[in-house]
């Protein structure tokens, strides 16, 4: 499938400044297309993967991505979606990110000297060098003001703020278009690629590119990739959800997936994985025929954790998801696993003394945690078999932790029917 075919397949297409001449150049060798990526942190996160897959999506439809890490513009944010003007990032934090998305963008991506051989720039290569009056002469005047305040991304700020826009926000559209033609002059880039919120700034670069080079070069955008619900796409309750396993364990990851509502499961399998259409029809009616089974949901985290860690990751995910949710002893797990797996977990500590007397009583504890009204009621449960010590079920009203229940990291997981986990810190020498 060619790579426009393959976009409107997937619900992926939707503005090109010129289709049928992208048609034609696609169709007539390798095409070389960016997609810029913004240093605002250290890791990219689940939004960023959607730019990720369209760059290897162009790669294997036979041209040649390039992905711009942004340590130019990086110091002064992409305003595109944005409410509020961004912060300033310092020298020294903008480079911790900028090297930490070329070590991420690295694995995912396929880099070589070929002619579909993916490339990984740096803006600053150019802008840090390039003067003021230069810019100014060379670039500046080839836009129009009133043009530019037409745009999407400058007139909402204009009508939602009470200060406005500043300079340096408007300017912003200069220097990605300057990258596009930068990027035409060193590596014959003649296609760049972004959300419909960046439709401005990439037009701009088309028509910098027709000017000053006088070649024809085109602009393509996705639809934004949202939620049925109307929130933001890419965070979880706890915020960002990274590609960093170190930022957002594979476990977490795998869970975020999981937890995808009915509506989204089918836009995301399409526009996040790279399993083929029709494999995702037949998932999703799978899915459709009995959907609290949530085929569509477990296929897209399994695809999904795999891309982006790896099968041993998503392994582990897996059985984490099954043990905590399917009942089962947790020391069959790692100590990283648990780690994982309780990490926001609602928890207290019982002191390292009381281990083994009354003071650590099971029907005690499970009161103290707040996971029954009394230790009445929680007696009465415990005798139902209805709770468990790190997952085997107890119905010992008499049962008393101990140091022989201290899973790796010295915690006692305590769960109260099948979901209610509790944490019992154990503190002291």
């Known amino acids: 499938m060619n790579f426009i075919a393959e976009l409107r397949a997937r619900g992926l297409f939707q503005a090109v400044s010129d289709e049928a001449g992208l048609a034609e150049a696609l169709g007539a060798g390798a095409v070389t297309g960016y997609i810029g990526f913004d240093p605002t942190a250290a890791s990219l996160h689940v939004g960023s993967l959607f730019q990720v897959l369209l760059l290897l999506r162009l790669q294997r439809s036979g041209h040649r991505p390039i992905a711009i890490v942004g340590g130019g513009t990086g110091l002064i944010g992409d305003p595109s979606g944005k409410s509020d003007e961004r912060s300033m990032l310092s020298p020294e934090r903008l480079a911790e990110n900028v090297a ?16 579909t051989g993916a490339l990984l720039v740096d803006n600053a290569e150019w802008l840090g060098s390039i003067g003021l009056l230069e810019f100014l002469r060379d670039v500046g005047k080839h836009f129009s003001v009133n043009a530019m305040v037409q745009r999407d991304s400058v007139r909402n700020r204009l009508e939602q703020r009470e200060h406005g826009i500043s300079y340096t926000e408007f300017s912003y559209m200069l220097l990605q278009a300057y990258d596009f033609l930068a990027l035409h002059d060193r590596f014959g880039c003649t296609l760049q690629l972004g959300g419909s919120d960046q439709w401005g700034n990439i037009v701009s670069g088309v028509d910098l590119v027709r000017r000053l080079r006088g070649r024809e070069v085109f602009g ?10 109307g929130k933001k796409f890419g965070k979880s309750e706890a915020g960002n ?12 990851f795998y869970q975020f997936w999981l937890n995808t509502a009915d509506d989204d499961v089918e836009r995301y399998l399409l526009a996040l994985t790279l399993e083929p259409v029709d494999a995702v029809a037949a998932v999703m009616a799978e899915h459709r025929a009995d959907p609290a089974k949530r085929a569509g949901q477990r296929a897209l985290a399994a695809a999904v954790t795999r891309f982006v860690h790896s099968d041993a990751a998503l392994a582990s995910a897996r059985r984490t998801t099954e043990l905590l949710f399917q009942g089962g002893d947790l020391r069959a797990l790692a100590a990283d696993e648990l780690a994982a797996a309780f990490k926001s977990a609602p928890n207290h500590a019982v002191d390292r003394a009381a281990l083994g007397t009354p003071d650590a009583g099971f029907v005690k504890v499970l ?12 007696r009465t449960f415990v005798g139902q078999g209805g709770a468990s010590i790190n997952g085997v079920a107890v119905s010992d009203v008499q049962r008393v932790l101990g140091a022989d229940d201290l899973l790796p990291g010295g915690f006692i997981a305590l769960r109260k029917g099948r979901k209610s986990w509790h944490v019992v810190r154990v503190t002291g020498a």
Do not use: H, I, N
Request: glycine share 8%; aromatic share 10%.
């Open 220 to 229: 393509l955008t996705t639809p934004l990739l949202t939620r049925s619900d």
């Open 241 to 252: 959800v990274w590609l960093d396993p170190a930022l957002t364990s594979p476990y977490e």
């Open 367 to 378: 009161a103290d945690a707040g996971l029954f009204k009394s230790r009445s009621e929680a």
């Open 100 to 115: 930490g998305l070329r070590a991420q963008l690295s694995k995912y991506v396929e880099f070589g000297d070929g002619p």
